[in-house]
């Protein structure tokens, strides 16, 4: 595949996670800080998103199993995954924690237990899109 065509793979990639709502402008800002001296900051940012954010996965998936539910301790390990998602302009992820967060809020533990899914599901399908995104980009832009 010539370097033209991937480059409009990525391009077209790219606009997609837009359109779809994967992304927000938050996204964009971080490609505005990347530059020749970091020409990785924005792949090594998200990939510093994700070892964060599996901690608070597995953190938040002990404390929906402890009984009875701390919906306090649930809301607090919530507040920082979407803080996390903002930072990198995860929308849907963000969108997720917000529900969960009002679940909390409420005391429902079985919203809490669904959202949490959904959160986990759009967390891994962003990372599954952006993991090929980088390396299209990667193989569209050689160093």
Do not use: W
């Amino acid at each position: 595949m010539d370097r033209s065509h991937l480059q409009r793979q990525v391009a077209y990639m790219r606009r997609s996670f837009f359109d779809q709502g994967y992304l927000d402008e938050q996204f964009i800002q971080l490609e505005d800080l990347q530059d020749d001296t970091n020409p990785n900051f924005v792949e090594e940012t998200v990939r510093l998103f994700y070892s964060n954010s599996t901690r608070l996965i597995r953190n938040i998936e002990q404390a929906l199993g402890e009984y009875p539910l701390d919906f306090g301790k649930l809301d607090d390990y919530m507040h920082h995954f979407k803080g996390s998602s903002s930072s990198i302009g995860a929308r849907k992820v963000k969108i997720e924690c917000t529900r969960f967060r009002e679940y909390c809020e409420s005391g429902n533990a079985e919203g809490c237990i669904r959202s949490f899914q959904q959160v986990k599901q759009e967390h891994a399908t962003l990372r599954k899109n952006l993991e090929t995104y980088f390396q299209l980009a990667r193989q569209a832009h050689p160093a």
